[in-house]
């Protein structure tokens, strides 16, 4: 089953490559963090305060595709967490076909950001990652 969440926040480190997005649980009290690298981090602060560089970046290259595609990110999923790595795929909608997409929870939320698309957790992933 999955659970809407949010990112509820976003901890920058200039000082460290290791960067830390929070993830909680929409109208619950789970959260729990997932640890991104630094250029992760600035992707997502920038696409959510509307900041565009003047060449597009991987993650906005990315979100040109998709639109140039005719598809739409319908909704990013946090599916799994194995030997401390979580796991994500990026759900996207293509006229009325589903395609789903293996991503990196980081790289799936900057990508989802921008277009507003809603977060899931799969609920044993809140589980594992609250403990």
Do not use: C
Request: glycine share 4%; net charge negative.
């Amino acid at each position: 089953m999955e659970i809407e969440a949010e990112l509820s926040r976003i901890i920058i480190n200039e000082a460290s490559d290791q960067q830390i997005i929070v993830i909680t649980e929409r109208g619950g009290s789970r959260s729990f963090p997932i640890v991104i690298g630094i250029v992760e981090i600035f992707a997502i602060d920038r696409r959510l305060k509307g900041i565009m560089p003047p060449r597009p970046m991987t993650h906005d290259l990315l979100d040109s595709v998709i639109e140039n595609l005719h598809a739409k990110v319908e909704k990013i999923v946090i599916t799994d967490l194995r030997h401390h790595t979580f796991y994500a795929k990026i759900v996207l909608k293509l006229n009325s076909q589903i395609i789903e997409v293996d991503s990196r929870p980081s790289d799936a939320i900057a990508l989802g950001v921008a277009s507003s698309a809603p977060i899931y957790v799969a609920d044993h992933v809140f589980d594992k990652a609250s403990q």
